[in-house]
């Protein structure tokens, strides 16, 4: 079970600060990264560092369902190819524009470090991830990213892998971001930090899967108009309630951190 934080001595958002023994963080806060956290596919910027800016057709047909960390192998090996580079990479991922209201939803979780702890999991690559993070000046914010593994070989090509392996239907094989979520849930209990409340901000197929986990406590903010939004309404009109969450679809992130907001004033 969770811990609530009401009724343990801590009237307003900012008492405490300062004391010996800082208390732990009320709320989980998990980021998508691809089409949430900025407002492209990741993967599909990093064809703008090919020669022509496009990828030869036999590659582009050979993505299969449920095989795309594989297919982006690949296509990576190609860019390695072509001379694509670190410093080629870097400059494209630091140049995805952010999705519409992060910078002011990244404002507002800084302006609240001590309430929010903050993760990402992300079916992109730690490389992309936090070169983009840091050249938007908010990498400090993230205490765990947990996407697929990337460097750089010998030759000076980007490699990728798979995170892990699981036995979810639902999700690509590389990746279940319920269990990645699940089992930092478990780990932060055994460390004796337990959560009020997990906001989950996300978009695709593969953030539906682990907001169904969430509680009747938590809220899921899904981008509107987006996979993980339609497929919340579609399991609401199959299986009404059978979603937990409170649902707070949002255009620009600013939805979210206004409605942050309320709920911190609502504590207070």
């Known amino acids: 079970m969770r811990r609530c934080c009401q009724g343990v001595g801590l009237p307003c958002l900012f008492k405490g600060v300062g004391m010996a023994t800082p208390r732990p963080p009320r709320y989980l806060l998990v980021f998508d990264f691809d089409e949430t956290i900025v407002a492209e596919n990741s993967d599909d910027s990093v064809v703008r560092a090919a020669p022509g800016q496009a990828l030869p057709e036999p590659l582009r047909q050979s993505q ?34 952010l ?5 002011e939803l990244f404002q507002f979780l800084s302006k609240n470090r001590e309430l929010f702890e903050v993760i990402l999991i992300s079916d992109a690559n730690v490389f992309g991830i936090e070169a983009k993070l840091r050249a938007a000046g908010v990498h400090s914010l993230f205490r765990k990213i947990f996407s697929n593994p990337s460097s750089f070989d010998k030759r000076g090509y980007l490699t990728l892998g798979p995170y892990h392996s699981h036995k979810c239907l639902d999700c690509p094989a590389n990746m279940c971001k ?18 009020e409340r997990v906001f989950y901000v996300g978009d695709g197929a593969n953030d539906f899967c682990p907001s169904v986990a969430l509680t009747s406590a938590d ?8 996979p993980m939004h339609r497929m919340t309404q579609e399991m ?14 949002w255009e620009s992130a600013v939805e979210v951190a206004r409605y942050l907001q309320e709920l911190l004033k609502r504590k207070c």
């Open 99 to 103: 999705s519409p209201g992060m910078p």
């Open 178 to 195: 319920r269990k990645i979520l699940t089992e930092y849930l478990a780990e932060r209990a055994q460390e004796e930090v337990e959560f």
């Open 219 to 226: 809220v899921a903010f899904p981008r509107k108009g987006f």
């Open 64 to 97: 299969r369902q449920g095989s795309y960390n594989e297919y982006m192998q690949r296509v990576l090996a190609f860019l390695g190819e072509q001379g694509v580079r670190a410093a080629d990479f870097k400059a494209v991922y630091e140049n995805i524009p």
């Open 236 to 249: 609401e009109k199959k299986q009404p309630g059978a979603f937990q969450a409170t649902v707070v679809p």
